[in-house]
């Protein structure tokens, strides 16, 4: 029986903050999602699992094969399908058969279904596409496609997936929630998709305190855990009751002793009370105040041991908040004008043809259509990074583009020094106070960009675009939600609601586009 066991696992970041510290988690034959915040350490986790790191104290013990589907599947030079799918030599040997040129030894180990089997998987993951298929013509959902389909065919006994619904458009998400419902090995899930977390047997949440397992899908999750912090936080509140009252009492005690201290002091004074008799009151009084001190200390001891066990229980999460000043766009400006484009990669057969778009004032528009429509090579057009083969792109106001790889951002750069390279005119406090908005503070705002996660490093970029002094007229965003946990999620959709500027988003998540107030629709299918 396959089985995946991590026992008094820990591992610390190349700075030396630890991640893990004593983790101890076991996964057999079941769908399990992985979930919790951004940087906390989920992708490491798998990474573990999968033998690309080693970690600094525990074992990691694996039964059974691993299939690992990235984030990313990341594409080398006139790579093909063929090679994702590990089938390369195998395939050449088949050619070589046919045409009547292979060896003996080929012959007797040529796997004649293998074509079949190849394409039968590239059919299950919904792509279309054969083993000579260069992986660099792909667009990235169809790239993750690929990914899966090769993951189908290899039949791993456990299947480590980070984000698979990344990029994939709502068919492509179906796709993978269907390969996950007929699986038979065991799977963990790293997701934030809460449509795909539904399916799933058990839910494993990552904090800073440690792993906890519970039972069922994301519903469930959400059930139990809405009980459990309504439960520690009353324990908290009625810890910090019994502090407050021990404190308040101790304060009691306190002043009426100092009042029958004042009374005696007068007598003693007047001569009314024989000394003898005011000396032992005075002993009396002593050794009650020292009695109420040791009782009050033990009792606030006893307080404080509650709000600090109550507190272990629930991490201390600062929220991400995404308030943003004005830009001041009025309601007749065009921000971005197309005329007449055609472009792509390759002239003969051109991605986008005769293409116009011209987007005016505080518009939100929301760019959808099935992987490798047309929507990444649009964004390049704007950025400039992809000129027209035909053609006009303008871009007359102040505009940003947050991509998949945040590409604006220096990743041999701290997100400070990001946020000053990008805001020049901020000064240091006004940056601090940026990125504090977006859960970079103190020390956090000093992690060079090349080390974030994927979510944290969106974050970032999102900080250091929004959060300087003038923010852009038109925010251009591509599959903004892909990284982000879903907290996260739903503060950058208020925050998002509340930006008066012109938005173009790339999104298959129907509900964040919903959410963002989308005013217009462009399909490219």
Known sequence: MPSITLANLSWST???????????????????????????????????????????????????????????????????????????????????????????????????????????ALARAGLDADARTPLETLS??????????????????FLILDEPTNNLDREGRQTVIDLLSGWRGGAIIVSHDRGLLETVDAVVELTSLGATRYGGNWGRYRERKALELAAVEHDLADAEKRMAEVNR???????????????????????????????????????????????????????????????????????????????????????????????GYDVEHPVLRDFSLEITGPERIAVTGPNGSGKTTLLSLISGSLAPFSGTVRVPAKSAMLDQRVSLLDPALSIRDNFRRLNPQADENAGRAALARFMFRADAALQVVGTLSGGQMLRAGLACVLGGPEPPSLLILDEPTNHLDIDSIAAVEAGLRAYDGALLVVSHDEVFLETIGITRRLDLG
């Open 14 to 120: 190349p700075d030396g903050r630890p991640l893990f510290s004593n983790l101890n988690l076991s996964f057999g034959p079941e769908r399990a999602g992985l979930v919790g915040r951004n940087g906390v350490g989920k992708t490491t986790l798998l990474k573990l699992i999968a033998g690309e790191l080693t970690p600094a104290s525990g074992t990691v013990s694996v039964s059974g094969s691993l299939g690992v589907l990235r984030q990313s599947v990341l594409v080398a030079t006139g790579e093909t399908i063929a090679d994702l799918f590990g089938t390369s030599d195998a395939l050449a040997a088949l050619a070589r058969a046919e045409a009547g040129e292979a060896s003996a030894e080929e012959l007797a180990n040529a796997d004649w279904m293998l074509e079949a089997r190849m394409a039968a």
């Open 140 to 157: 990235g959902g169809q790239r993750t496609r690929a990914g899966l389909a090769a993951l189908i065919f290899a039949g791993p006994a």
């Open 249 to 343: 009492a101790a304060q009691e005690t306190t002043e009426r002793k100092a009042r029958k201290d004042s009374t005696g002091k007068k007598k003693a004074a007047r001569g009314d009370m024989p000394r003898i008799v005011a000396g032992g009151m005075k002993r009396r009084a002593e050794n009650t105040s020292g009695d109420n001190a040791r009782l009050a200390e033990r009792l606030r001891t006893r307080a404080a041991d509650d709000i600090s066990a109550a507190r272990e229980k629930i991490e201390i999460l600062q929220p991400l908040s995404v308030a943003l000043p004005p830009t001041g766009l009025p309601a007749s400006r065009v921000v971005l004008r197309i005329d007449n484009v055609t472009a």
